[in-house]
């Protein structure tokens, strides 16, 4: 059984790094109704799979998740709403801009944030005290990371996989293709 969420986790802040899962979760918000792929798709001018894995992935993140409400007519595909933890979640509407907020840095805060770190790592009391502080608090540190659990990590098998069969196969192909081996089964 799967544990219900209180909190959307961090990293959707990548996500709305992105310009595209950006605009995709900026649509399905504005809309205030369950949005269909296909009408993403048009309003995005984009293709209707990287829209679907887009938004996957985001289902898992836990910001939008598959309408159970039912349709009018019956299109294609699933639609996607905003789930209750984004809509409460001030950061991540901050991130997508649809709410005021001084969350997210401008240039200049960012070139100012980018020279204050500069000066830290050369600063080597300041890197000691912060290896003796780390290593005191190894045990709470490991306790609130939980367990790792890579939200790509079965994409990427699957490629890994696919791309093993793909050169077994150009491989096995280009045996057949040889003269040398045509020669050889002639000669058996």
Same mark, same amino acid.
């Given at each position: 059984?799967?544990?219900?969420?209180?909190?959307?986790?961090?990293?959707?802040?990548?996500?709305?790094?992105?310009?595209?899962?950006?605009?995709?979760?900026?649509?399905?918000?504005?809309?205030?109704?369950?949005?269909?792929?296909?009408?993403?798709?048009?309003?995005?001018?984009?293709?209707?799979?990287?829209?679907?894995?887009?938004?996957?992935?985001?289902?898992?993140?836990?910001?939008?998740?598959?309408?159970?409400?039912?349709?009018?007519?019956?299109?294609?595909?699933?639609?996607?709403?905003?789930?209750?933890?984004?809509?409460?979640?001030?950061?991540?509407?901050?991130?997508?801009?649809?709410?005021?907020?001084? !969350?997210?840095?401008?240039? $200049? /805060? @960012? #070139?100012? %944030?980018?020279?204050?770190? &500069?000066?830290?790592?050369?600063?080597?009391?300041?890197?000691?005290?912060? !290896?003796?502080?780390?290593? $005191? /608090? @190894? #045990?709470? %540190?490991?306790?609130?990371? &939980?367990?790792?659990?890579?939200?790509?990590?079965?994409?990427?098998?699957?490629?890994?996989?696919?791309?093993?069969?793909?050169?077994?196969?150009?491989?096995?192909?280009?045996?057949?293709?040889?003269?040398?081996?045509?020669?050889?089964?002639?000669?058996?």
């Amino acid at each position: 059984m799967r544990r219900r969420q209180k909190h959307l986790p961090f990293a959707l802040g990548a996500s709305i790094r992105n310009p595209f899962s950006r605009e995709l979760l900026r649509r399905c918000v504005l809309a205030q109704r369950p949005v269909s792929l296909d009408e993403l798709a048009e309003s995005m001018e984009g293709l209707r799979s990287t829209i679907r894995d887009h938004a996957e992935e985001l289902e898992i993140l836990g910001a939008l998740k598959v309408s159970e409400e039912l349709w009018p007519w019956r299109p294609s595909g699933h639609r996607y709403e905003p789930t209750r933890l984004l809509m409460d979640s001030e950061w991540a509407l901050v991130g997508l801009g649809l709410m005021p907020g001084d !969350r997210w840095l401008t240039d $200049e /805060d @960012r #070139d100012e %944030l980018d020279k204050h770190i &500069g000066e830290r790592r050369n600063d080597k009391e300041f890197k000691e005290r912060l !290896r003796r502080r780390m290593e $005191e /608090d @190894r #045990d709470v %540190l490991e306790a609130l990371a &939980g367990p790792d659990v890579p939200v790509r990590l079965w994409r990427r098998a699957l490629a890994s996989v696919r791309l093993r069969v793909k050169r077994k196969r150009r491989q096995v192909r280009h045996r057949r293709n040889k003269p040398e081996a045509k020669r050889h089964r002639l000669k058996k």
